[in-house]
């Protein structure tokens, strides 16, 4: 790491993941657990990326702002995977921005909540809050300390509040709010804030129904506790405890072994085991039992379930699937950190430097070079794109001139997002600009702008542009795709294709195949694979150049 010390420090965060193996610790497995585990990696390189942009480079400073975080009680939350088959068990402060159908808020008592103790005390003395000033400047208030104190249990019950309307509002049907009648021996009223929407009636008994809400009383007894502290029930503890650690030892014989020894110890005689397990071992028999379970796990290996209603696919990630399944999962689904995912000099915020351009000057239609120069050297100035090739970006902007001069007129939209329903699955695109064919009222042209010089192939383009079409005429029924055309901005010639008799032939003047129209199909089919393997997990690919040349190698196993 010596000669990683002039790294930003959210790049340096990834070289600690690579270097400690702690990117690949969840290679191995693929669990809900280890997904959010890899969550919480990203969480904190985002952590440290939004340092970096406010506060600077500095990795001491870094490591005191997350000690100050810590001192407040400022951490993010962990990353959750919500799973919709199950219970979620967590804090108000987790909950924040999720809804469910039915949502329990429990110790809703006096002195429990609103919680008036607990908390970190600020780092900033009350003499320097905005809060605490109109006290410090009040003269004839003698004891400020309890007036701050006063004010401090003000604070917190507001913030407490705010938390309890979080809480009451996450519940889309149904809302429990449940306390106890005795904590320990002590009776407790309770919460204000109960009191607060009507619950005035605590000490009756039996059902009351009042508006939208219903009282119930439960006076059933359901625990009873009872300590027993004998030799035998020691002995029988310590035995119960040894069972346990030896579950996953793997040595039957012990596991056998502590199990029969304490069930001799519970029953306080040690019966014939061996006569017990052949008359009883039809009901024993675990491989029906083993053979079940396996069989469900098998079904949903990883324990989540895919929702085609909250996942949208695109040709990009269509692309990358292909390209790796795991690159996929660690791209689009996880949107983990990579080195080299962001190039603030290169091709790639080149690329998003002429797609600007392009999209402020078609849709103002300008009549000549000079505006587009103008245009091009405002958006120069954005923070966002210092350091972009400007010579490399004006080459591109030119050939777009000299291509497009005299079809600005016809532009009818740009940067035209889109959502269309395939095979059950959504697939979203974002199509950099349509035209109106000229001479016609309802047939278009998508254009879609390339600034590399690379070309791509005809399963890519064919995906690309049908998919496009698909979409343009989901969203505005009214217009027929006429013409698709790859802008090449870094190549000789553009790609364009034409309807003809129901399908895209090559209108380029050259020996091009047209687009496939199975291409749409075979995407379709891609995001059913996606599908299961969201549920039984992302292979990597075999192909080692591909993963050579992968950003997200450092998160893969060997």
């Given at each position: 790491?010596?000669?990683?010390?002039?790294?930003?420090?959210?790049?340096?965060?990834?070289?600690?993941?690579?270097?400690?193996?702690?990117?690949?610790?969840?290679?191995?497995?693929?669990?809900?657990?280890?997904?959010?585990?890899?969550?919480?990696?990203?969480?904190?390189?985002?952590?440290?990326?939004?340092?970096?942009?406010?506060?600077?480079?500095?990795?001491?400073?870094?490591?005191?702002?997350?000690?100050?975080?810590?001192?407040?009680?400022?951490?993010?939350?962990?990353?959750?995977?919500?799973?919709?088959?199950?219970?979620?068990?967590?804090?108000?402060?987790?909950?924040?921005?999720?809804?469910?159908?039915?949502?329990?808020?429990?110790?809703?008592?006096?002195?429990?909540?609103?919680?008036?103790?607990?908390?970190?005390?600020?780092?900033?003395?009350?003499?320097?809050?905005?809060?605490?000033?109109?006290?410090?400047?009040?003269?004839?208030?003698?004891?400020?300390?309890?007036?701050?104190?006063?004010?401090?249990?003000?604070?917190?019950?507001?913030?407490?509040?705010?938390?309890?309307?979080?809480?009451?509002?996450?519940?889309?049907?149904?809302?429990?709010?449940?306390?106890?009648?005795?904590?320990?021996?002590?009776?407790?009223?309770?919460?204000?804030?109960?009191?607060?929407?009507?619950?005035?009636?605590?000490?009756?008994?039996?059902?009351?129904?009042?508006?939208?809400?219903?009282?119930?009383?439960?006076?059933?007894?359901?625990?009873?506790?009872?300590?027993?502290?004998?030799?035998?029930?020691?002995?029988?503890?310590?035995?119960?405890?040894?069972?346990?650690?030896?579950?996953?030892?793997?040595?039957?014989?012990?596991?056998?072994?502590?199990?029969?020894?304490?069930?001799?110890?519970?029953?306080?005689?040690?019966?014939?085991?061996?006569?017990?397990?052949?008359?009883?071992?039809?009901?024993?028999?675990?491989?029906?039992?083993?053979?079940?379970?396996?069989?469900?796990?098998?079904?949903?290996?990883?324990?989540?379930?895919?929702?085609?209603?909250?996942?949208?696919?695109?040709?990009?990630?269509?692309?990358?699937?292909?390209?790796?399944?795991?690159?996929?999962?660690?791209?689009?689904?996880?949107?983990?950190?990579?080195?080299?995912?962001?190039?603030?000099?290169?091709?790639?915020?080149?690329?998003?430097?002429?797609?600007?351009?392009?999209?402020?000057?078609?849709?103002?239609?300008?009549?000549?070079?000079?505006?587009?120069?103008?245009?091009?050297?405002?958006?120069?100035?954005?923070?966002?794109?210092?350091?972009?090739?400007?010579?490399?970006?004006?080459?591109?902007?030119?050939?777009?001139?000299?291509?497009?001069?005299?079809?600005?007129?016809?532009?009818?939209?740009?940067?035209?997002?889109?959502?269309?329903?395939?095979?059950?699955?959504?697939?979203k695109g974002f199509i950099d600009r349509v035209d109106l064919m000229p001479g016609t009222k309802n047939e278009i042209e998508i254009i879609d702008y390339k600034t590399g010089?690379?070309?791509?192939?005809?399963?890519?383009?064919?995906?690309?542009?049908?998919?496009?079409?698909?979409?343009?005429?989901?969203?505005?029924?009214?217009?027929?795709?006429?013409?698709?055309?790859?802008?090449?901005?870094?190549?000789?010639?553009?790609?364009?294709?034409?309807?003809?008799?129901?399908?895209?032939?090559?209108?380029?003047?050259?020996?091009?195949?047209?687009?496939?129209?199975?291409?749409?199909?075979?995407?379709?089919?891609?995001a059913r694979k996606i599908a299961h393997d969201y549920e039984y997990g992302f292979e990597r690919t075999k192909d080692e150049k591909a993963c050579g040349e992968c950003g997200?190698?450092?998160?893969?196993?060997?």
């Open positions: 790491m010596c000669g990683k010390k002039n790294l930003d420090v959210s790049d340096l965060i990834l070289e600690v993941y690579d270097q400690s193996g702690l990117s690949r610790q969840f290679a191995h497995t693929d669990t809900k657990r280890s997904r959010e585990a890899l969550l919480n990696l990203r969480q904190l390189h985002e952590l440290a990326s939004n340092f970096e942009e406010f506060h600077g480079r500095d990795l001491s400073l870094f490591i005191d702002y997350l000690e100050i975080l810590d001192e407040m009680d400022g951490n993010p939350s962990p990353a959750r995977i919500a799973d919709e088959e199950a219970i979620n068990l967590m804090t108000i402060h987790s909950a924040k921005g999720l809804e469910f159908k039915v949502v329990f808020v429990t110790n809703l008592a006096k002195d429990k909540f609103p919680l008036y103790r607990g908390g970190t005390e600020p780092l900033i003395p009350p003499e320097l809050m905005e809060q605490y000033r109109d006290i410090f400047d009040d003269e004839s208030i003698k004891d400020t300390e309890k007036a701050v104190r006063e004010r401090k249990k003000e604070i917190k019950k507001e913030e407490e509040r705010r938390l309890a309307y979080v809480a009451l509002t996450r519940a889309k049907e149904h809302l429990f709010l449940t306390l106890a009648i005795k904590y320990a021996d002590d009776e407790r009223e309770p919460s204000e804030f109960l009191l607060d929407i009507g619950y005035d009636n605590w000490r009756a008994g039996g059902n009351i129904l009042y508006g939208d809400l219903s009282y119930f009383r439960d006076n059933d007894i359901k625990v009873r506790e009872m300590v027993k502290d004998s030799a035998l029930e020691r002995e029988k503890a310590m035995r119960k405890r040894l069972l346990i650690e030896s579950l996953d030892s793997g040595n039957f014989a012990e596991i056998m072994k502590n199990t029969l020894l304490y069930q001799a110890l519970k029953a306080g005689e040690a019966p014939d085991f061996k006569e017990l397990f052949d008359s009883n071992w039809s009901k024993i028999n675990p491989a029906e039992d083993a053979e079940k379970i396996l069989g469900i796990i098998k079904e949903n290996k990883n324990g989540v379930k895919f929702n085609p209603a909250t996942m949208t696919f695109s040709y990009s990630s269509i692309n990358t699937y292909e390209n790796c399944p795991r690159q996929y999962e660690l791209k689009e689904l996880l949107r983990m950190p990579t080195r080299d995912s962001e190039d603030s000099t290169g091709a790639m915020n080149r690329g998003t430097f002429v797609h600007k351009v392009l999209e402020m000057a078609v849709s103002e239609k300008i009549t000549t070079k000079g505006r587009l120069y103008e245009i091009r050297d405002t958006v120069a100035k954005e923070p966002d794109f210092r350091g972009v090739d400007i010579e490399a970006a004006t080459a591109a902007l030119d050939v777009f001139w000299e291509r497009n001069k005299n079809r600005i007129a016809n532009n009818l939209m740009v940067e035209q997002r889109f959502a269309v329903p395939l095979g059950g699955f959504t697939f010089k690379s070309e791509p192939g005809p399963d890519a383009r064919s995906k690309q542009l049908l998919l496009y079409a698909r979409g343009i005429e989901h969203v505005y029924p009214q217009y027929k795709v006429k013409r698709l055309t790859l802008e090449q901005l870094g190549l000789l010639n553009p790609r364009t294709f034409e309807m003809n008799d129901g399908k895209f032939e090559s209108a380029s003047g050259s020996r091009m195949e047209g687009l496939d129209e199975k291409a749409v199909e075979d995407m379709i089919e891609i997200y190698r450092l998160y893969c196993g060997e």
